[in-house]
């Protein structure tokens, strides 16, 4: 199995079978970003060396508008997908195998989780793993300390409030807080402009 067809695998929404070739090749990902989270989270870095390393983490470029301010961490990398002027505070954990798409203008706060996979439910099975992805819309802000959980969608211009667990998706223009989150509001017309 190469990383193309480990990616393609999980962006099917296939099982991860505990053992399959899959999940093996999944540890082996995992090890890379290890590795450079390592790097990323040790000492100072400029922004665009930040930028390099994440670029390299995700196997993909990310816009010179990036921001990051490490620690940083993911057990995958290379399924998360980041727009234009997209900022991640510090102590984000990103479990990306599902697959993590992050719109243009995102702020992301401390400490958040995004998690996308989902283990079998029977307990004989259970080193299975169910990825579906996270789609964060564009201009989305979420507080501190939230997670969302695999398959959410949040609409754009949401806001996540800070310690929120997001298990369902989110409409475009509210804001949602509690566990499990609950629409709070929509946003008025004059806090959009």
């Known amino acids: 199995m190469d990383l193309n067809a480990f990616l393609e695998h999980l962006n099917s929404g296939k099982t991860v079978q505990g053992g399959s070739e899959a999940h093996q090749f999944m540890h082996g990902v995992s090890q890379e970003a290890l590795r450079i989270t390592a790097e990323m989270n040790s000492g100072y870095h400029e922004p665009e060396?930040?930028?390099?390393?994440?670029?390299?983490l995700i196997g993909q470029p990310v816009d010179e508008s990036f921001g990051l301010f490490p620690p940083f961490y993911t057990d995958c990398g290379k399924n998360i997908h980041i727009g234009k002027h997209v900022f991640i505070n510090m102590g984000c954990k990103f479990q990306d195998q599902g697959g993590i798409y992050i719109g243009d203008g995102a702020l992301i706060g401390h400490n958040v989780v995004l998690a996308t996979l989902n283990h079998a439910k029977s307990p004989k099975d259970r080193s299975s793993m169910i990825p579906a992805p996270i789609r964060i819309g564009?201009?989305?802000w979420i507080g501190s300390n939230a997670t969302i959980l695999?398959?959410?969608?949040?609409?754009?211009?949401?806001?996540?409030?800070a310690g929120a667990v997001v298990a369902r998706n989110v409409p475009e223009n509210t804001i949602v807080g509690g566990v499990p989150a609950k629409?709070?509001?929509?946003?008025?017309?004059?806090?959009?402009q």
């Open 183 to 192: 629409i709070i509001r929509h946003l008025r017309e004059e806090e959009m």
């Open 49 to 56: 060396e930040l930028r390099a390393l994440f670029s390299r």
């Open 138 to 140: 564009k201009n989305v």
């Open 150 to 161: 695999a398959g959410v969608t949040i609409g754009d211009g949401a806001i996540v409030a």
